[in-house]
């Protein structure tokens, strides 16, 4: 089952504990990868912008990262960018260090007010703001596969003006569930930014937050695909990975003691 979420994390929570079965796998959910400080010093990595993202987080959270043809699943000569919150662009076009442009903070890679501890210092992105889509996001699950799976989207754009000096059309994205031949099994659509307005588009430098909770471990692989009218400046910004690895673990662990306890009342 797939779950759309509109906002971030406080609404990925509340929601999570309310539907069905979701609740028990959301309870056993492992850590969150914001990309934060320490988190790329625990994986060894040097907190520098624009350092290609591969296997470095799969010892610790179970995921490697590439970029892919949607269609041919082949990997694209491209890799997935660690991008520091905050402005980085040196004024020389074109722009290589940012993933998306705050048209609220009219700067880049800053959250709107309000969601700046949801985006925190880190994000990973596929690409500069300005270049044409080079090709999806594949998150590989390299600890086995999982029932529950979770991440942000941020800065979904809506369609802007030739004044805005940013290539006409919307943003829109698919997020597709993979098996482990990397056959779709459950996809969930974003919404498309509701308005050029910054003001009305909730999804203007802020997170989308979207999950796929299945009644079984079946989910290898994740895939992004943009899907918008966008031709060009279609960044896409990733943010709070999270799963639940290996069929039913915490499950299987509460049988077990379930099943112990009932052999000590028939031993009594």
């Known amino acids: 089952m797939s779950i759309k979420l509109n906002r971030g994390i406080a609404a990925l929570t509340l929601t999570a504990g309310l539907v069905g079965f979701a609740s028990t796998a959301s309870a056993d959910v492992g850590p969150v990868l914001g990309f934060e400080a320490h988190q790329l010093a625990e994986a060894g990595i040097s907190a520098v912008n624009n350092e290609p993202i591969t296997d470095q987080f799969a010892a610790l959270f179970g995921v490697e990262f590439s970029i892919v043809d949607p269609f041919t699943m082949q990997r694209v000569n491209a890799l997935p960018l660690l991008t520091q919150v905050g402005p980085n662009f040196d004024g020389t076009f074109p722009n290589q260090d940012d993933g998306f442009l705050s048209q609220i903070n009219d700067s880049f890679d800053e959250a709107r007010p309000g969601f700046e501890d949801e985006l925190g210092g880190w994000f990973l992105r596929t690409k500069s703001p300005i270049d044409a889509n080079p090709g999806s996001l594949l998150m590989t699950m390299t600890d086995g596969p999982a ?88 960044g896409l910004g990733f943010d709070n990975f999270s799963t639940v690895p290996t069929p039913g673990v915490a499950t299987l662990l509460g049988l077990g003691a379930l099943t112990l306890t009932k052999r000590r009342r028939r031993t009594a």
């Open 147 to 234: 029932n529950y799976v979770t991440g942000q989207i941020w800065d979904i754009d809506g369609d802007l003006s030739e004044d805005a000096g940013i290539a006409i059309g919307t943003e829109q994205w698919r997020v597709v569930a993979l098996d482990a031949d990397m056959n779709e099994i459950d996809a969930i659509i974003s919404p498309v930014g509701d308005s050029p307005d910054p003001d009305v588009n909730p999804y203007e430098s802020a997170p989308w937050t979207w999950v796929f909770d299945r009644a079984e471990s079946d989910i290898f692989a994740v895939r992004i695909d943009f899907i918008g009218t966008r031709v060009a400046g279609a």
